[in-house]
């Protein structure tokens, strides 16, 4: 026993150095060696159009980029470990970049000219840093909406709204229950186990988890109540499935097998489902335009392109930035994957997608009118604690052990902490 | 009271004294043979079942997945899923990554963690317990909470993107020195005492002696050390970093992406990783099945 | 303490091989086992939002995690967890262990088996048991509505998702514990049977007699590798409830994943819970170890 008691000591004494991340602060000495490492993470169909973009580089330019592919889930896991042992990948795509803000580097010191003030301005609070700095580089931007499957509509005699005048979300959830019953499916809506996707909600009942420049919490109580309120009542009436919901615990669960088994005629999901559903579907569907209430539009998010303090090629790092994110670059990928630009050119001057092209004009049509606070919040660091929160509150009130009150004042404050959090 | 030496005789002094009336004389009664199997084969069915379908669905398409409530049969047995995953990337390559992996690590793994426990099971030295107690203690730290120091000592090491890093650092598993110790208490002391005197070596009456008793421990760790490292995902993941280092599970889940995971190349190559190791223990199993006769105790 | 009754100093080589044998296994266990698990004790008492930039906090981190509503929600989960895991493990496993040992038909056939579960991936267990117990569209609800049973919520439910991820986890690790037991098994000494018989013992006094006495070093894995099991379940867990609902099914190891690696991160905070978690469970081998080892040393 005494032994162990001097073990004991012994492991505790040893603790007492602090624990230290083995990389300086310092710059590191750079090489050019002609090659990249290129962390990726893939939504599918983009992952052929990044092959073919980087064989087009490596012939250009001479430098051999070894894309290293990695399950999303475990991304952000695997770089951590990575910037701790010292060998960060040069480029890595990502989805949040707050909590690597500190080793990023700054992509305006080697390609201020092809990036800085290139891409839409709700991304620059997030991408920017205190001094200006560009820490990544928004590569390309989802789009919240639903998608509606056509044969059932048809079937129940429901006519779809324009583009140009979207429905209220009272006529939405009317004509989804006619179909509903036209169709005997399960359900009338379905919507991803999801806080980015419920913030479509939100933003459309005239708030968002933050404030227009993303550093206050924005979170209109009475609005707030009123979407949740709204959301627990389908939920309730049986119109959504709230067992999708409460069987998905604190995990991300897509209801896309709802709608791709025909049991909901509107799904909301966002503008990565395009080129899923082409292959899959096996009845004609199509993008209907985000309903209004008090705002109109959807809710946007996306990834991010960065390096690294800690990279050894930075200047071919950067270079390989701006030409991923170029006019052509962009357009190309977007094109062949069913993605939205983040280029101001390319919003403004749009983009004729090869395939299901009505339906990304759907989308693009609700980026023009989504309301800027829904980018603030979207690109604010505190967004994905928040979102994390608000899954978990709404299962609260989906299970009634909860009113809608209470989980507008636990969104709140949960939003509160994350900003803290990730000040 | 345990298998102990020294101990093994008064269990066999306890029996011997007390006089049980019983007339049966071992025989089993038909009635528990009937019991038996019936508990078996009612308890097959349901361990089974979510197998079967498991590997039926993994003939399913995405679509088919979707449907609900699921039917329990593939519309077809088209093996699309598996023809798709496999060609989608360097099947070849990430096998003979996982292969070396596997073996290398495992051999190693039965060998360090056989002398291991030899050592603590059958030596008295000074910080044995304290030694035994940090086996103990360690295996129930799980890899996701250590992360990140461990993965600074394979970078220290210089480990990363090679498969030495995937062959050494799990090779001392306290579970396998744990399990090995506790049958070789079993082991009577006399036998190595026996060859002490008739002058074999230490490391002799280790080899020749002790690891032939152990032939189901043994074959128990090797089929866990397979499965293990065979399976294993999230070290593979952070220390394979160039896709030609890969091993096959790391290889199979870079699809799974943010928003949507294709369960239906998930099904179809978990039933592929299956197959070796069942394989190895349907081999293996023997060992473990050879009955009573022949342990080799006298 | 056991082994060696005698009293005179033992020859060199007796009293250095041990080192040798313990040293291959502890080094590199030191090295990726231990050593890490010191750093992380260290990290629990710094305050880190990525796991790199590290302030000094103190006991802080331990403080805020036991005023922490959701920790001790976890807490008491796990505990509920692991106390039925271990024991239902424990139980069941010796049974089954026990029929699977006699000579009956299809013997190879059943340990396979049971075994297959172990093989399956923890995202393939999650996604069939999923569809199993789906409250609406569940096989196993469509069944039990076809015989007018009314349709419970699984995974809806609190009560009721805990008992199914007890059940799952049953299902898929009781191969692996019935291994332990049969190779256990094959180390008993048949002469002691032989004796007992010809003294005329029942099998039920053959059992009681011999085989559990001796089976008690194994036992004793069994019961600390579950206990260690129960206390580390994620994986699976992860995909058939997601830890809900509500937290209902959220124990330690998903509370420590989800601070250290998903945002916000507190990578201090997860630090300090896992060695909470390492505290509790070495205590409780600790406690187990000891009272095997009285029961060794009577």
Redesign the interface.
């Known amino acids: 026993m005494r032994?162990?008691l001097a073990?004991c000591i012994a492991i505790v004494t040893l603790a007492g150095c602090a624990?230290g991340a083995?990389s300086g602060g310092g710059s590191e000495p750079q090489v050019d060696d002609k090659t990249l490492?290129y962390l990726y993470?893939?939504?599918?169909p983009d992952e052929q159009a990044t092959r073919s973009l980087i064989a087009d580089y490596e012939k250009k330019s001479g430098v051999k980029v070894?894309?290293?592919?990695?399950?999303?889930?475990?991304l952000e896991?695997?770089l951590?470990?990575?910037l701790?042992?010292?060998?960060a990948?040069d480029v890595a795509r990502l989805?949040d970049i707050s909590p690597f803000r500190s080793d990023l580097l700054d992509l305006n010191k080697f390609q201020k000219a092809a990036l800085d003030d290139q891409f839409i301005d709700g991304a620059d609070a997030y991408t920017k840093g205190p001094d200006g700095e560009l820490l990544g580089v928004p590569s390309d931007l989802t789009m919240n909406g639903p998608l509606v499957n056509v044969d059932q509509f048809k079937k129940a005699g429901v006519s779809l709204p324009d583009v140009t005048k979207p429905w209220k979300w009272d006529e939405m959830v009317a004509a989804a229950q006619k179909v509903q019953k036209a169709n005997k499916t399960?359900y009338a809506i379905a919507m991803?186990v999801s806080g980015h996707r419920f913030s479509t909600m939100l933003s459309q009942f005239g708030t968002t988890f933050l404030s227009a420049d993303g550093t206050a919490v924005g979170l209109d109580t009475q609005k707030a109540t009123a979407a949740v309120k709204r959301f627990a009542d389908l939920n309730a009436s049986g119109a959504m499935p709230a067992d999708l919901w409460l069987q998905a615990g604190s995990k991300?669960k897509?209801a896309?097998?709802?709608f791709?088994?025909q049991?909901t005629p509107v799904y909301i999901s966002?503008n990565?489902?395009v080129s899923?559903f082409a292959k899959?579907?096996?009845f004609t569907w199509a993008v209907a335009p985000n309903p209004c209430q008090e705002n109109c539009g959807g809710f946007p998010g996306g990834k991010f392109m960065v390096s690294f303090k800690q990279s050894k090629r930075q200047q071919a790092a950067a270079d390989f930035i701006a030409y991923m994110n170029s006019k052509e670059s962009q357009e190309r990928l977007a094109k062949e994957a069913n993605f939205l630009p983040t280029r101001k050119d390319l919003i403004s001057s749009g983009i004729d997608y090869t395939q299901r092209d009505a339906d990304m004009k759907v989308f693009l049509a609700d980026v023009s009118r989504t309301p800027a606070q829904a980018f603030a919040t979207s690109y604010s660091p505190a967004f994905a604690a928040t979102a994390k929160a608000t899954v978990d509150e709404l299962s609260k009130v989906l299970a009634k052990k909860e009113s809608p009150e209470q989980a507008v004042e636990a969104i709140k404050a949960a939003a509160e902490k994350a900003l803290k959090d990730t000040k | 009271?345990?298998?102990?030496?020294g101990?093994?005789r008064s269990?066999?002094g306890?029996?011997?004294r007390p006089?049980?009336?019983?007339?049966?004389?071992?025989g089993?009664p038909s009635v528990g043979?009937v019991l038996?199997?019936a508990?078996?084969i009612g308890?097959?069915i349901?361990?089974?079942a979510?197998?079967v379908?498991?590997v039926l669905?993994s003939f399913k398409?995405?679509?088919e997945?979707?449907?609900?409530?699921?039917a329990?049969l593939p519309s077809s047995l088209s093996p699309a899923n598996y023809t798709e995953a496999l060609s989608s990337f360097d099947f070849g390559l990430y096998l003979q990554n996982s292969v070396i992996v596997t073996v290398g690590a495992t051999l190693l793994t039965v060998?360090?963690?056989t002398?291991?426990a030899?050592?603590?099971a059958?030596?008295?030295?000074r910080?044995?317990?304290?030694?035994f107690?940090?086996?103990?203690?360690?295996?129930?730290?799980?890899l996701?909470?250590?992360?990140?120091?461990?993965?600074?000592?394979?970078?220290?090491?210089g480990l990363?993107n090679s498969l030495w890093g995937l062959i050494?650092?799990?090779?001392?598993t306290?579970?396998g020195?744990?399990?090995l110790r506790?049958?070789m208490?079993?082991i009577p002391?006399d036998l190595i005492e026996a060859a002490?005197i008739d002058g074999a070596?230490?490391?002799r009456i280790?080899a020749r002696i002790v690891v032939p008793l152990c032939?189901?421990?043994l074959?128990?760790v090797t089929?866990?050390s397979v499965?293990w490292r065979w399976?294993d995902f999230?070290w593979p993941?952070?220390i394979s970093?160039?896709?030609a280092k890969y091993t096959l599970?790391?290889a199979l889940?870079?699809?799974?992406?943010?928003?949507?995971v294709?369960?239906n190349y998930?099904?179809a190559m978990?039933v592929v990783?299956?197959l070796p190791?069942?394989v190895i223990?349907?081999i293996l199993?023997?060992h473990?099945?050879?009955?009573?006769?022949n342990?080799g105790?006298k | 303490?056991?082994?060696?009754h005698r009293r005179q100093p033992k020859p060199w080589?007796?009293?250095l091989?041990?080192?040798?044998?313990?040293l291959?296994?502890?080094l590199?266990?030191g090295?990726?086992?231990?050593?890490?698990?010191i750093?992380?004790f260290n990290?629990s008492l710094y305050d880190s939002r990525n796991?790199r930039d590290f302030t000094y906090v103190g006991g802080a981190n331990y403080q805020e995690l036991f005023g922490s509503e959701e920790f001790w929600s976890a807490a008491r989960a796990t505990v509920v967890f692991a106390l039925c895991f271990v024991v239902l493990t424990t139980v069941l496993a010796l049974a089954?262990a026990l029929?699977?040992n006699?000579r009956?038909k299809g013997?190879?056939f059943?340990?396979?088996?049971?075994?297959?579960?172990?093989?399956?991936?923890p995202?393939?267990v999650g996604?069939?048991?999923g569809?199993?117990f789906?409250r609406?569209?569940?096989?196993l609800n469509?069944v039990l509505g076809r015989l007018g049973l009314g349709q419970p919520g699984w995974l809806v439910d609190s009560g009721l998702s805990m008992a199914v991820v007890i059940f799952v986890g049953l299902?898929m690790h009781i191969?692996?514990y019935i291994?332990?037991i049969?190779?256990?098994?094959?180390?008993?000494?048949?002469?002691?049977?032989e004796?007992?018989?010809m003294?005329?013992?029942?099998?039920w006094?053959?059992l009681r007699?011999?085989t559990l006495?001796?089976l008690?070093?194994?036992t004793?894995?069994v019961v600390?590798?579950s206990l260690?099991a129960g206390?580390?379940a994620?994986d699976y867990i992860w995909t058939l409830t997601g830890g809900g609902p509500i937290g209902a099914t959220t124990l330690m190891?998903q509370y420590?994943?989800e601070n250290?690696f998903q945002s916000p991160i507190r990578y201090g905070m997860?630090?300090a819970a896992?060695v909470v978690?390492?505290v509790t469970?070495?205590a409780l081998?600790?406690l187990n170890?000891l009272y095997?080892r009285r029961?060794?040393a009577?």
């Not at chain 3, 059943?110 to 991936?121: D, G, I, K």
């Open positions: 032994r162990i073990s624990p083995t490492t993470f893939t939504d599918g070894d894309l290293q592919i990695v399950p999303f889930d475990n896991q695997r951590q470990a990575r701790s042992g010292g060998n990948p989805t399960q991803d991300y897509a896309n097998e709802i791709l088994a049991q966002g990565w489902q899923a899959d579907a096996k | 009271m345990s298998v102990h030496p101990q093994a269990v066999q306890r029996i011997e006089r049980w009336t019983s007339a049966g004389g071992g089993v043979r038996t199997y508990v078996l308890l097959s349901v361990v089974l979510p197998v379908w498991a669905s398409t995405q679509t997945l979707a449907q609900r409530p699921p329990p060998v360090v963690n002398m291991c030899y050592g603590l059958k030596y008295n030295f910080g044995r317990d304290v030694l107690l940090i086996v103990l203690g360690t295996i129930m730290i799980p996701q909470l250590i992360f990140i120091p461990v993965y600074q000592m394979a970078a220290q090491l990363v050494i650092p799990p090779a001392a306290p579970t020195v744990f399990l506790q049958y208490l079993g002391d002490r070596g230490e490391f280790f032939g189901a421990a074959a128990v089929i866990f499965m399976n999230l993941l952070i970093q160039d896709q599970p790391v889940a870079q699809f799974n992406s943010q928003l949507s294709p369960f998930i099904l978990s990783s299956m190791v069942v223990f349907l199993q023997r473990i099945v050879r009955g009573i006769a342990t105790f | 303490m056991s082994s060696s080589n007796q009293r091989a041990p080192y040798l044998f313990v291959p296994n502890m590199i266990f090295l990726f086992v231990v050593y890490p698990a750093n992380n990290i796991g089954l029929l699977l006699r009956i013997r190879a059943f340990r396979t088996v049971f075994f297959l579960p172990v093989v399956l991936s995202v393939v996604l069939i048991w569809w199993i789906d609406g569209n569940g096989l469509t299902w191969g692996f291994l332990i049969l190779a256990g098994l094959q180390g008993i000494d048949p002469t002691f049977y004796a007992a018989r003294d005329g013992a029942t099998s006094q053959q007699k011999i006495p001796l008690r070093p194994t004793m894995v600390i590798l260690i206390f580390q994620f190891v420590i994943y250290a997860a630090a896992s978690l390492f469970v070495f081998t600790l170890f095997g029961k060794e009577t």
